[in-house]
DNA sequence: ACTCTATCGTGAGACGAG
DNA sequence: CCTCGTCC
DNA sequence: ACCTCACGATAGAG
């Protein structure tokens, strides 16, 4: 479950490495998309729809903002992983978890709708998170979205979250260079402070939660040292405790088999075919969405085409002056304690 | 009395009509 | 703009 | 036929 309270110890101990922007602001770039936890929040969000016709729409919109998305998917989870999956499938009362990395007939549909998309997909070895940092690392992708944290540990520079297909919405940026610097930690350094806090493949200490575990770990700078300064007593360590393979995992990157990727035009045709047809998805929804990503993709052209002609100096301007007058106010609550005020900003 | 941590329950999307 | 019903 | 995650409230430990 991603790292425990790890977004809270960076909104309370390093604000300046979150950045607040919206959908447009990543116009161009290359966003690599953990495809397992979006497909699961389509689900959980959406019992009634199928996670494909969620995938469906949100890619659409990526696309109409030239956002080039590549869509990573799970494969085997590391061994130390199965005791936490275990837990998961025990909570929710079911049998046995998917260890083997198979692909569900769920995960197929979303290959092939991704195809008909003409958007490129890459299977991990291991873990999505943990291939989706890499491209990022190796400068493949721009970004990766995903909703929960474990990027930041595997090294992606750029995590974002909260992006959607919502009108307005905000998109949170989390910048790993500036946590560190702000933290005055390494990546080695973090990566211990993240097992402390809590991650996937191995036990923690109990006790220890954010502000002590960053404390600690900004004193000492290793797990080895922690151990030694902390009280063994009210802090046990865990018998067997495989933090050091914990650690392996998060720093050892996979390597990747250099992908192309390619974006195409989606198959109309096709993906009707496809959605209608076998997925009994109405003909008119579908219809109707590709044509209006048609008409957004010829107006962007257009106008991108009258920026050329026009010198491109003033085209950022513009877009700033769009972006200024379209932005909800915004005021920066970093040190505000009484945000009970939520729809009346104070006039300045 | 205070600060920090652990645990449990809960809610989460995107569209178009009006 | 907004609210609300539907999507499968 | 399954695979989530973060937040808020609350209770308990130090």
Known sequence: MGITKLADLIRFHAPDAISHKEISDFTGKVIALDTSIVVNQFRAATPTLSPLTGLFFRTLTFLEHDIKPVFVFDGKPPEEKTAALEKRAEAASWKCPNLTGTASSQTKDCLHL?????????????????????????????????EDMDTLPFGANILIRQLNAKRDSEVVE??????????????????????????DYCDKITGLGPKKALTLIQKHRTIENVVLHINRQTHPVPHFWKYKEARKIFLDAPQ?????????????????????????????????????????????????????????????????????????????EAADSSSSNRKRPKST
């Open 174 to 199: 989390y910048s790993l260079p500036k946590l560190l610097e702000k933290l005055q930690i390494s990546q080695e350094e973090f990566v211990d402070l993240c097992i402390l806090l809590g991650c």
């Open 256 to 332: 990747t088999v250099d992908p192309k990727l390619i974006w195409t035009e989606p198959d109309e045709e096709a993906l009707v075919g496809f959605l209608c047809h076998v997925k009994y998805v109405k003909v008119e929804r579908v219809r109707r969405r590709m044509e209006r990503f048609r008409q957004t993709r010829e107006s962007k052209r257009e106008e991108r085409e009258r920026d050329k002609a026009a010198g491109r100096s003033r085209q950022t301007r513009m877009e700033d002056f769009f972006r200024v007058t379209r932005k909800r106010e915004q005021p920066v």
């Open 114 to 146: 991704l195809k008909l998309l003409g958007v490129p997909f890459i299977q991990a070895p291991g873990d999505a998170e943990a291939l989706c940092a890499q491209l990022v690392r190796e400068g493949t992708a721009d970004a990766v979205a995903s």
